[in-house]
C-alpha cells in the first residue's frame, strides 16, 4: 500500500538549470524527515519536493549514499518513474543534499 508523504517546498533548494540539479543541506530543511518509506511492504526511501509556485508534487527516492572517511557526506535522490510519467522535465533531474 502507497504511504502518503510529506513534502518540502523547492524553495529550500537551489536550482542549477544548466546541470538540472537542486542542492541543499540537510540542516537548511528544517528537520524534515528526507528518508520516507513509499510503500509498506517495501523499503525504497525518498521524500516529495512541492513546486513552491504551482504546488504540484513529485517524489524523489534515494539513489545513492556517499561516504568520506566513514561519514556521510550527502545523498542523491532522483524522481521516482511515477513522477517521471506526470512530469516529463524531470528526467534527468538530481537532487543532492548535503549532511552538514
Known amino acids: 500500500m502507497k504511504l502518503s508523504l510529506l513534502g518540502v517546498y523547492s524553495d529550500r533548494f537551489s536550482y542549477d538549470k544548466t546541470e538540472h540539479t537542486f542542492t541543499t543541506e540537510l540542516s537548511d530543511l528544517g528537520g524534515f524527515r528526507i528518508f520516507q518509506r513509499f510503500y509498506t511492504d517495501s523499503m525504497d526511501v525518498g521524500f516529495v519536493m512541492i513546486n513552491k509556485k504551482n504546488g504540484r508534487r513529485a ?21 521516482t518513474p511515477d513522477s517521471v510519467k506526470l512530469y516529463p522535465l524531470l528526467r534527468n533531474c538530481k537532487v543532492y543534499i548535503f549532511n552538514d
Open 59 to 79: 517524489e524523489f527516492s534515494l539513489e545513492s549514499e556517499f561516504l568520506k572517511d566513514e561519514e556521510i557526506t550527502h545523498w542523491l535522490f532522483t524522481p
